[in-house]
């Protein structure tokens, strides 16, 4: 069963797939489904053996070559390299079958004659931004948590809100938990912020983190909650796939263009305000929320865990719990300091400014809150990041800036993991049981 979607204002029908990406996924021994013409050979395609090898097909006649490439990337790497070449069939069915795979979501496609193409019989499917891929899952005990289990659903709602900072009226993705529609409770709300190049859907798309609370919910390990996920590109309106392109600010006559990234450098700085000024009290009045900091929460990924810093260490009388995983340090306005890459391991490094590290001052000025003193106002700040992460050394800094100033932080460090939604995933799992719990006596 899957989470409820529920669409407030207008919506486009293309968001009937967007929003449902990793929604299910078909078991592996489901039926063959025959290929759309007449006398077509049948096909199954994923086919995932207990083992966890997975065999793709393709009917593709009058193809001289297919390719079946795994986009996952990382830690989610396929034994034997990401691309398997496809043998034609007597029946023009070209096969492929992968080594057994470890637990985890994959994301691939084809490459037919040089030409990328969707797998047609799987209709799982996810974006990245512009970039569409199938998904399929290998279960195990790793991804029990991000399937669609037998339990309580929340339900994700697609908001368009205002934004007066940012003279817009934007969409975001709201997931609360089972029971809102029809109860009176009031809940605590955690603030979920993609990375740099994602938008509102990465979370649910991406980061099953509806999947992931529904679970954790249902099994006592996290409190009720409702999560709002936003989009941190300050000049759309929404996810590429509504189709409403970015609005292009225009400079003023001699002043220099502005920045074709909206999450780098100075305009970093611009949607930590809007989070302020226009979210957090659009979200209070739109939803039964505990409107207080003991139940608000804040954390990102990559881009998303530099936006929660400046949010969270400007404005400390809002939030009372704050994570980042993977934070994207260096893009801050004035942070970068280049460096040569640590010699010792830089090949196994997988994510952005493995040649950057952070100027600690300029990062601890554009952060006034980053001190002793939020030791007694935070009751959670969670650093997360995967050891094989290229930001690593970016991190370290951090954390010596961390001990400089006297912050308290639960470090969360796994060794194997990347700058990739496999870790991400992971930290969510492990910081969401954290949230909004009471004070040890």
């Not at 053996?49 to 009917?59: E, N, Y």
């Not at 006034?368 to 800094?397: C, F, M, S, W």
Request: glycine letters at 10%; one cysteine or more; charged letters at 15%.
């Amino acid at each position: 069963m899957q989470p409820k979607v529920k669409f407030v204002l207008v919506l486009l029908a293309a968001l009937l797939c967007a929003g449902s990406a990793l929604a299910q996924q078909p078991a592996p021994a489901a039926a063959a489904q025959p290929v759309a013409g007449r006398g077509a050979a049948p096909v199954r395609s994923p086919e995932i053996a207990p083992d966890g090898a997975v065999t793709f097909r393709l009917s593709a006649p009058n193809a001289a070559s297919v390719i079946a490439r795994n986009s996952t990337g990382g830690f989610a790497d396929w034994p034997g390299g990401n691309d398997v070449t496809m043998t034609k069939g007597e029946n023009g069915v070209w096969t492929g079958t992968t080594a057994p795979l470890k637990p985890e979501y994959y994301t691939y496609f084809f490459v037919v004659d040089g030409v990328r193409a969707m797998d047609p019989q799987n209709p799982v499917h996810t974006r990245n931004g512009t970039n569409y891929f199938n998904v399929l899952r290998v279960p195990g005990p790793l991804t029990a948590d991000y399937a669609v289990n037998d339990v309580p659903h929340g339900t994700v709602s697609q908001i368009w809100y205002p934004s007066p900072m940012l003279q817009l009226t934007r969409r975001l993705y709201v997931y609360t938990p089972p029971g809102y529609e029809t109860g009176k409770a009031r809940y605590p709300v955690f603030y979920l912020l993609h990375g740099g190049g994602g938008d509102e859907g990465d979370w649910t798309n991406l980061g099953l983190a509806p999947r992931i609370l529904d679970n954790l919910i249902a099994q006592g390990k996290a409190k009720p909650m409702i999560i709002v996920m936003t989009n941190e590109n300050s000049n759309q309106l929404a996810s590429p796939e509504v189709g409403v392109p970015p609005r292009q600010a225009a400079a003023a006559p001699g002043a220099a263009a502005p920045p074709a990234n909206t999450m780098q450098g100075p305009a970093m700085l611009t949607f930590p305000k809007s989070i302020i000024a226009d979210l957090i009290p659009f979200i209070d009045k739109a939803f039964r929320t505990l409107p207080n900091r003991e139940n608000r929460a804040i954390a990102g990924l990559s881009m998303g865990g530099a936006m929660t810093l400046l949010t969270a260490f400007n404005n400390l009388d809002k939030f009372a719990w704050v994570g980042t995983f993977s934070a994207g340090l260096p893009p801050m306005p004035g942070v970068a300091v280049p460096i040569n890459p640590p010699l010792a391991n830089a090949a196994s490094l997988r994510g952005p400014d493995v040649n950057n590290t952070i100027d600690k001052k300029k990062l601890a000025d554009l952060l006034p809150q980053l001190n002793a003193a939020a030791n007694a106002k935070l009751r959670l700040y969670y650093v997360a990041i995967g050891g094989e992460d290229g930001l690593i050394t970016a991190h370290n800094a951090y954390k010596e800036l961390l001990k400089e100033k006297g912050v308290t932080a639960t470090i969360n460090e796994i060794h194997g993991y990347g700058h990739e939604w496999a870790f991400w995933r992971i930290a969510l799992h492990d910081f969401a049981p954290k949230l909004f719990q009471p004070k040890a006596k």
